[in-house]
């Protein structure tokens, strides 16, 4: 059984800081990229940031060079750190994580329950 646990969200004004983290935990053999999707009131679900097993990211257009992924490999745990948010930030943010198992092949998707962010102007 493997979890994500996402912690981190709340309210904040515009122009604040928030940091998000998640954790995976289970039976993994390997993670090979963990990242962050959001869904604002009323949008489909997108993609933010994401951070493979070697450090390389992808960060949306919308939100780069405010915000920051990061990743603890021993700690099966990726970070968001988010800057200069503005209330377009606001919406749940789920952490995802592509995954495998010692005895299983192929790969397999995982989501977390979602964390809300809200931003105040």
């Known amino acids: 059984q493997v979890q994500l646990v996402e912690s981190g969200g709340g309210l904040v004004q515009a122009g604040g800081s928030l940091r998000l983290s998640c954790a995976a935990s289970g039976s993994i053999f390997s993670i090979k990229s963990m990242g962050w999707y959001r869904q604002g009131p009323g949008k489909q679900r997108e993609l933010v940031a994401l951070i493979t097993s070697g450090n390389s990211t992808n960060t949306a257009k919308s939100v780069k060079g405010r915000f920051t992924i990061s990743r603890d490999n021993a700690k099966n745990m990726v970070y968001l750190q988010m800057n200069s948010l503005k209330p377009e930030d606001t919406g749940v943010y789920y952490c995802?994580?592509?995954?495998?198992?010692?005895?299983?092949?192929?790969?397999?998707?995982?989501w977390g329950q979602g964390t809300q962010v809200t931003v105040s102007s």
């Open positions: 995802n994580a592509i995954l495998s198992f010692e005895r299983l092949p192929g790969s397999y998707q995982y």
